[in-house]
């Protein structure tokens, strides 16, 4: 019998820079995809974010004091670092992501090249997981026997590409506890009276959002379904079902804008799209008249550009979320090594964790930093 010294539950993101990290060791990734690392082909429209250029533990929903030591020990610099023998280029956008200049298959293809030493288990569902003297892994087509467990197994979010709850219930059966999982970087839903929003599908523009403690500024994009767009998917990390606030001209001074007592329509002399200045006034009951016919009351009524507050409904559900957030409770989990406190030799890197971050690279780069600690300690 066939005992691994470590396996990895896992071919994504964390799997991946674990395995490549500890090139000496007798490894077997497992996974129920065919290929590996296809969230990272997927992400970023096929260029994948690989990060961004400012991490902080601010930019993360979870406990800071635990993800702060894995991210100050791997760096955005580190990471390119790392990279920097494979010659990939990257390109930074508006808000400090870095994508792939040329293809998320770049990426992949330096996992392939650094994982040569692993042993693939591809097409393994694994079903469950018992622990004697060495961890027994069920999957669908036999056991597998290894000294360590990695658990990197992601979050719920997108089936399709080999998202499974597997990586909650083998924590749960070695006596973890869950922070309930929940969509995340996802659309949201709205109520009846903005149903006018959802006749404005494909507009975009840069707005602020405030949620809950957080201010978020970049692009907000109006759907059939509701809004979404990086704003809100950001926000959506940290919205509890109560109100949101939008400011729609984030770095506009309204009151100096009106002040000028313009002869020119509402809707032609402020800076937003003309479909939805129009259908805006209309659900404030405003008509579209020259600014200096407005009387104070409806002068007043257009300061809701600046504080456009409403509960949303609901959100657009674990098929169309990025992320999953909640996970297992990280004061279970070592800092250092992530190893469980719970069962020896057992670990849980990545997105199963309760980390989640915002839209922009964050959650690559938590995969990474995670793995990166772990494989430091082993
Ligand atoms: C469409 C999309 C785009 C995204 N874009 C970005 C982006 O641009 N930047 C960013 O930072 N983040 C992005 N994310 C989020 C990011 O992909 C994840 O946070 C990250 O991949 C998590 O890494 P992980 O290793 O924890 O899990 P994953 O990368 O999800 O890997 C988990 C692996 O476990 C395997 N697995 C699950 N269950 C089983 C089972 N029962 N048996 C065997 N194998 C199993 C899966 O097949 C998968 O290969 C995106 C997510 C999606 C869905």
Known sequence: MKIYDIAILGAGASGLMAASLMPTKNIAVIDSNSKIGLK????????CNITNKNVTVNNYLGDKKFIK????NFTPKQLFSFLDP??????????????????????????????????FHMNSKVL??????????????????????????????????????????????????L?????????????????????LSGISFNAKLSVEDKVLESDLLFTHKGISGPVVLSGSLYWKKGKISFDFLPNIDLSKLLEKKSKKQISSLIPLPKRFMTEFLKSIDLEDKSVVRLKKEELEKLNLLKNYEFAPAGNFGFTKAEVTKGGVNTDEI???????????????IGEVLDVTGELGGYNFQWAFASANSLATHI
């Not at 030591?69 to 100050?72: I, T, W, Y």
Request: one cysteine or more; aromatic letters at 14%.
């Open 40 to 47: 990272i082909l997927a992400s970023g429209g096929g260029k």
């Open 69 to 72: 030591k894995a991210l100050d």
């Open 86 to 119: 494979f010659y990939l280029e990257f390109e930074v956008r508006k808000y400090g992501q870095y994508f792939c200049k040329k293809s998320a298959k770049d990426l992949v293809a330096v996992f392939e090249n650094l994982t040569r030493h692993c042993t």
């Open 128 to 177: 469950h997981v018992d622990f004697k003297e060495s961890f027994i892994i069920q999957t669908q087509k036999e056991k597998i026997y290894a000294k360590k467990l990695i658990i990197a197994s992601g979050g719920i979010s997108y089936t399709a590409i080999g998202a499974s709850p597997i990586g909650y219930e083998i924590a749960k059966s070695f006596g973890h506890s």
């Open 179 to 199: 922070i309930t999982p929940a969509p995340a970087l996802v659309g949201l839903t709205v109520q009846k009276e903005q149903f006018w929003m959802k006749s």
């Open 334 to 348: 070592d800092a250092v090594s992530f190893e469980s406190k719970l069962q020896k030799k057992l670990y849980f």
